[in-house]
């Protein structure tokens, strides 16, 4: 690897010269192929990129002997991919550059959901955009339904495909079909981009089997235990539950092969360029399909050095950072979501204009769940004071909870801060949150538990973990009631701080626990298919019967996300967090231009109380109309709030 004190300096010299002799080429081999006029924008394009982009990978590969091939073979890619793009989406490209950040929106409102589930296959959901309008979603995030192996596939995070769909869901055409409807109905898709792995069954693992010496390269194998040793003296294990370290014996190459998460999953080899370049064409596939919208998964994992946790290093960045240069490019429309369930101030890191515009913000999901066992928000106020805002251009995916499981990704400065044990309060939690605490309204389960530490994370749905499913087995009526006031909190809190809110579907509807997966041998065992159950559409068809939980969930959620559209304090705004001077409350201010709201959710199934005075002096008038509940509220000595009130706060007119 060059010095990287000196990459700035070298690529700035470096880099006109590179573009003076490699730029002619490109152009002899692809200006033909189209418009003059649209060749002429896309060169521009790429001369403005290039800069970042060859900076990056030079800093990778510039010790490569063929450096200056490899990147001559990721410019010819990367037009090719663009040149294969459909006029539709080169027309979007258009479209996004008279306003680039559009993802920043009030109207963006985000949806997440496995295809088979929710609608049984591409055709299916195709059918259910109605459904998706009426609750009004702009951003569907489709979980991963390409081809993987049959059996173990890591909940299709085993990718065997970047270019198939599992036959039992539709075919390629008909996702991008399905793709040029959603964006006919204003919503973009969003799809992962597994790159840090492929399957075992994939061909490029198939062909590093019959002994390709090319395609092993663009895996990370060693012939004996020397090397993986020397890795895993520093690094930690990712799923204690099911196998010890990171490398997998394949007696067949009679090497040891590096696999992060399971053994059928083979991590990638990014310090090869020819690499690169092959993943560079399968995201431009996905872009040229009308993703806008790509999820990079396990972000942390890319990147691998001797002596340290092979997490978060530098060059796991610039890989990332060349990818945006070149989707910048070749398909401009489209931007990145990072996926890093890692320590906060490591989570932040990923998020920029250069690398994620986007980023999921496990801090507040983790810390939402914290407060709401707590009926403290005292760890939540510490760490979004410090931890929330992010550079300007990119927005946060806030989520109450996801496919995946809820570990307590906070980080133990914020718990300190307050004066809690980190390592104690997880396992507190955990408890909590799985039922196993004196007086918790929560059903979930534990996933991946270390039976010495107690450490674990919690499976459930947002129903099951709020109280509802032992709210209705105990005939509980006031429980009741407090569950689905904590689902609203939840949800308001997420749709109004700022950034895209994202509801996992079957939670707008009050999903339970599915504890059908344990008669399934290829689930039984992953807590995680306990809120992955199928959607419920005869449960769904009470959604418009407000004398029902489920209507109650359904019609509040639906008169939030109206809130959010239709109050510019949501759009492009700022986010200031404030200390309400009560535990229980959580409060912050939106404000755009001259619009501005105060929002405050009470954490605890008690009345609580705010002192007016203080109020006013963050800038509350005497009189103001709480937008949720539909009421102008004067609050001349305090301001009451009910059990697990959500309120938005803004003047009268």
């Not at 009030?106 to 949806?111: I, K, L, P, Q, T």
């Not at 099951?464 to 009526?477: F, I, P, R, V, Y």
């Not at 344990?518 to 992955?532: M, N, T, V, Y």
């Not at 769904?540 to 209507?551: I, K, L, M, S, Y």
Request: net charge negative; with cysteine; hydrophobic share 40%.
């Amino acid at each position: 690897m060059p010095d990287v004190s000196k990459l700035t300096t070298c690529t700035r010299k470096e880099c006109q010269t590179s573009l003076a002799r490699v730029f002619p080429r490109i152009e002899a081999r692809f200006k033909d192929q189209v418009d003059p006029a649209e060749w002429d924008a896309y060169a521009q394009r790429l001369k403005t990129q290039f800069p970042r982009l060859f900076e990056r990978l030079f800093a990778l590969y510039s010790h490569h002997y063929d450096f200056f091939y490899h990147l001559e073979s990721i410019l010819a890619s990367t037009t090719e991919m663009w040149i294969a793009r459909s006029d539709e989406l080169k027309a979007l490209d258009a479209l996004r550059a008279t306003d680039p950040n559009w993802y920043q929106s009030h109207r963006m409102v985000g949806a997440m959901c496995y295809v088979d589930v929710f609608a049984g296959d591409i055709q299916g959901l195709r059918d259910k955009i109605p459904y998706l309008t009426e609750l009004g979603i702009t951003y569907l995030h489709l979980l991963p339904f390409f081809k993987v192996p049959a059996g173990d596939n890591d909940g299709g995070y085993a990718v065997s495909s970047y270019r198939e769909v599992m036959a039992h869901l539709g075919t390629i055409d008909e996702l991008e079909a399905l793709a040029s409807e959603l964006r006919l109905h204003g919503i973009s898709l969003v799809l992962d981009f597994v790159f840090n792995h492929t399957s075992d069954e994939h061909d490029w693992a198939i062909q590093a089997l019959k002994g390709d010496e090319e395609h092993q390269a663009y895996y990370r194998m060693y012939p004996n235990r020397e090397m993986p040793d020397a890795f895993e003296r520093s690094m930690s294990e990712i799923f204690p539950d099911d196998r010890p370290g990171a490398f997998t014996y394949r007696p067949r190459l009679k090497k040891w092969i590096w696999t992060t998460f399971y053994n059928f999953q083979w991590d990638l080899n990014y310090e090869n360029p020819a690499l690169f370049n092959r993943m560079i064409e399968e995201m431009l596939y996905l872009a040229n399909l009308g993703v806008e919208i790509l999820r990079f998964d396990a972000v942390a994992f890319i990147w691998k050095r001797l002596g340290t946790d092979c997490q978060n290093l530098p060059e796991a960045h610039w890989v990332i950072q060349a990818f945006n240069a070149v989707a910048s490019i070749a398909a401009p429309a489209m931007v990145f979501k990072s996926e890093a369930i890692v320590h906060p101030d490591e989570v932040a890191k990923y998020i920029s204009m250069e690398e994620c515009q986007l980023s999921y913000n496990p801090g507040l999901m983790a810390l939402l769940w914290e407060a709401l066992a707590t009926r403290d928000v005292s760890v939540l106020l510490q760490a979004m004071q410090h931890r929330f805002q992010i550079p300007q251009g990119c927005a946060w995916v806030n989520y109450v909870r996801c496919h995946d499981d809820i570990g307590w990704a906070f980080a133990n400065d914020d718990l300190e801060a307050v004066g809690i044990n980190p390592d104690e309060h997880r396992r507190f939690l955990t408890k909590f949150y799985t039922g196993k605490f004196d007086g918790s309204f929560a059903r979930g389960a534990p996933f991946q538990e270390n039976p010495q530490t107690g450490d674990a994370r919690v499976s459930g749905t947002c129903a099951s973990l709020t109280g509802m499913e032992k709210a209705l087995q105990e005939n509980d009526e006031k429980e009741l009631e407090f569950s689905i006031r904590r689902i609203l909190l939840l949800h308001g809190i997420i749709l109004t701080i700022g950034g895209i809110p994202l509801i996992y579907l079957g939670d707008e509807i009050g999903a339970l626990n599915d504890y059908d997966y344990e008669q399934q041998p290829d689930k039984f065992g992953d807590s995680r298919w306990l809120h992955r159950g199928q959607f419920d559409w005869e449960r769904a068809e009470q959604r418009r019967d407000p004398e029902t939980p489920v209507g109650r969930i359904y019609m509040g959620l639906v008169r939030l996300i109206q809130l959010r559209n239709q109050n510019l304090a949501f759009t492009r705004s700022e986010t200031e967090i404030l200390d309400t001077g009560n535990k229980h409350v959580f409060g912050y201010f939106r404000m755009h231009d001259q619009n501005m709201i105060l929002v405050l959710a009470n954490f605890s199934e008690h009345e609580q109380r705010l002192e007016a005075r203080k109020l006013r002096q963050m800038g509350l008038r005497k009189s103001v109309v709480d937008l949720v509940a539909g009421r102008v509220i004067t609050a001349m000595q305090e301001l009451v709030m009910e059990p697990y009130q959500f309120m938005v706060l803004g003047r009268p007119l």
